[in-house]
Nanobody, 120 residues
Framework: QVQLVESGGGLVQPGGSLRLSCAAS????????MGWYRQAPGKQREYVAR???????NYADSVKGRFTISRDNAKNTVYLQMNSLKAEDTAVYSC??????????????WGQGTQVTVSS
């Protein structure tokens, strides 16, 4: 089992920045990828970004150029730096962990989520 704990959400004005963190613990050897998803009220959960153990990153088009995913392997922690935030980025952001198998990422573990609200 892998446990994920997110932090760093909050209220920010449009154009502002936030950094989310996700600390993983447990059977870390069972995962080779971590990522972020988000879900806005009344909408389906949406993929945001992913980073693999080798440092390979991937982003949803909606956040490309504004968000950066990174990791600190020594701390088993993944970060999501969010810049130029827009009202439409408002959502509950959840950390995920799993394994890349071919071209598919199998997400097996989820965090509890952290609220990000972009509003003036």
């Amino acid at each position: 089992q892998v446990q994920l704990v997110e932090s760093g959400g909050g209220l920010v004005q449009p154009g502002g920045s936030l950094r989310l963190s996700c600390a993983a613990s447990g059977k870390i050897s069972s995962i080779n990828a971590m990522g972020w998803y988000r879900q806005a009220p009344g909408k389906q959960r949406e993929y945001v970004a992913r980073i693999t153990n080798t440092g390979s990153t991937n982003y949803a088009d909606s956040v490309k150029g504004r968000f950066t995913i990174s990791r600190d392997n020594a701390k088993n922690t993944v970060y999501l730096q969010m810049n130029s935030l827009k009202a439409e980025d408002t959502a509950v952001y959840s950390c995920a962990a799993g394994r890349v198998i071919g071209i598919i990422t199998q997400w097996n573990y989820w965090g509890q989520g952290t609220q990000v609200t972009v509003s003036s």
